[in-house]
RNA sequence: GGAGAGGUGCCGGAGCGGUCGAACGGGGCGGUCUCGAAAACCGUUGUACUCUCGCGAGUACCGAGGGUUCGAAUCCCUCCCUCUCCGCCA
């Protein structure tokens, strides 16, 4: 949520800022909405202060045993515009808030124009896609063998964009996630948390998933208020709302490994084959709740954190700085890191790193205390995907494959797969 | 799911319908004392919002939302949550 005072103080500059990530802000209601919710706010704290007064008079009166009748029926005629104006007053706050709620952050000043991911700004590259001595093959052929990587029995489990994973493929995805929490916890020092993966709708709308993008999220039949989480984002970061934290307690850096649930409405057609994007999946997620000086340099720290994941497992990728019409809803500023995959001869989104500055918090009333004594502040949040698992184990698969169809472990993951150090494919009976 | 108890400030914990933003205790902050510290003592200490250039003034908030009343933390209704016991369950 933005501060409404850059609404209010600076509407030419907020207005152009949010038309840079293609957002047309509906100024006119705004001004209309906050003109009337001003007149009708000070006449209302009027009616009630001059109700305080006569009320306190008239218990006094009534402490000396006068007669009270007169006073009651002059406060009682005012009792009625009073209980009018708060009326008015609740329904125009209600739908300056919802107003407020629908409209994005504000990009950075250095965020890219753009509108989509056409205007990504390429950051700069690391490693160098491997040239193969032969064709290299796509990870859903590479998963063949002894039914590695088997979708069409996921069809008749669950349905599609899902996958059942069995022998050393399954073994190797939860190989590559005990490895990501690994590496977060013991050399980036966060601290491992286990969550929820239902959240209620306070909290998705705390890190901005609602009200606006339900249609993403699947509910729960047995309890309407619950969705599944699209991302530990949602339970991470709601774990400071309406806290108000110790300065000396941030930042806060936590890293969970959960499932996550996206509906994909909208991607029809988009991705059908294969594990790039599922109903399901599962990620490492790092969060960081941070003083808002400190932001800056966490992001860019944070973006470093999920980079070691993709140099350790010795796989090429890129960094983009998104424009500003292709970046997530709540976030000032994200950084893609996009893996090469040679069996789509292009570089994929695996991890994405966002910084929120106080929009999440504002919306979740997270808040720190500079001082023992001093006003509470908004903190800032920051999250990234440390990685994405699926998506790792695709970017494994086509870039260390060799001829024979078997699969080569980078030294760094062997210790968490008995020390192997090649998946021999299965042979088929 | 059944039965019961309860939700008050940073924490504990009071609160006949009227000077209650809330006693009291703890904690925090500032000070006195001290070479320093502890103890003791004194003072202070919520959050959000509105109006105002500013000084300042005002409003709201005692789980949430309604209602009764001139006036509600206190009375009534609805909902939510927490805890205890039973049942069920990994």
Same mark, same amino acid.
């Given at each position: 949520m933005l501060d409404i005072r850059c609404l209010r103080q600076e509407l030419d500059a907020t207005e152009a800022a949010l038309a840079r990530r293609g957002y047309t802000l509906d100024r006119a209601r705004f001004e209309q909405l906050e003109a009337r919710r001003k007149e009708l706010q000070v006449r209302t704290q009027e009616l009630q202060a001059e109700r305080n007064t006569r009320s306190k008079g008239i218990g006094q009166a009534k402490a000396r045993g006068e007669d009270i009748e007169p006073l009651k029926a002059e406060v009682g005629r005012l009792g009625e515009e009073l209980k009018q104006c708060e009326t008015d007053l609740h329904v125009v706050q209600a739908e300056l808030d919802a107003l407020l709620m629908q409209i994005p952050n504000l990009p950075q000043?250095?965020?890219?124009?753009?509108?989509? !991911?056409?205007a990504n700004v390429e950051v700069r590259r690391e490693g160098v896609p491997r040239e193969f001595e032969f064709t290299p093959r796509d990870h859903i052929d590479l998963g063949l063998p002894g039914g590695w990587l088997d979708f069409e029995a996921a069809v008749r489990v669950a349905g599609a964009r899902f996958v059942v994973m069995r022998g050393a493929m399954a073994r190797l995805h939860r190989a590559l996630t005990q490895f990501m929490l690994d590496l977060h916890i013991e050399r980036h020092g966060y601290q491992e948390t286990y969550v929820p993966y239902l959240a209620n709708p306070e909290s998705l709308e705390g890190t901005g998933q609602l009200p606006k993008f339900d249609e993403d999220l699947f509910s729960v039949n047995c309890d309407q208020r619950f969705r599944l989480i699209p991302t530990a984002e949602v339970p991470l970061t709601n774990l400071v709302r309406e806290q108000i934290l !110790?300065? !000396?307690?941030?930042p806060l850096k936590m890293v969970a490994h959960t499932p996550c649930f996206r509906? !994909?409405?909208?991607?029809?057609?988009?991705?059908?084959?294969?594990?790039?994007? /599922?109903h399901q999946f599962e990620k490492v997620e790092l969060v960081q709740i941070v003083r808002p000086e400190a932001s800056p340099a966490a992001l860019e720290e944070l973006l470093g954190h999920a980079e070691a994941v993709l140099q350790a497992l010795e796989l090429p990728y890129r960094v983009m700085l998104l424009s500003a019409g292709d970046?997530?809803?709540?976030?000032?500023r994200t950084y893609d890191l996009e893996v090469w995959l040679p069996g789509q001869d292009a570089y994929r989104e695996i991890s994405s790193c966002s910084s929120f500055e106080a929009f999440q918090a504002r919306r979740m009333q997270a808040r720190f205390r500079p001082k023992a004594g001093e006003r509470p502040e908004l903190v800032h949040t920051i999250n990234g995907s440390g990685v994405a698992v699926g998506r790792a184990l695709v970017a494994l698969l086509e870039n260390h /494959? /060799?001829?024979?169809g078997s699969i080569r472990i980078p030294a760094q993951l062997q210790p968490y797969l008995g020390g192997t150090s090649v998946l021999e494919p299965p042979s088929e009976q």
């Open positions: 000043a250095d965020v890219p124009d753009g509108l989509d !991911e056409s !110790e300065a !000396e307690s941030l509906s !994909e409405a909208g991607s029809y057609g988009r991705d059908v084959r294969g594990l790039i994007r /599922q970046m997530g809803f709540s976030a000032a /494959q /060799q001829a024979d």
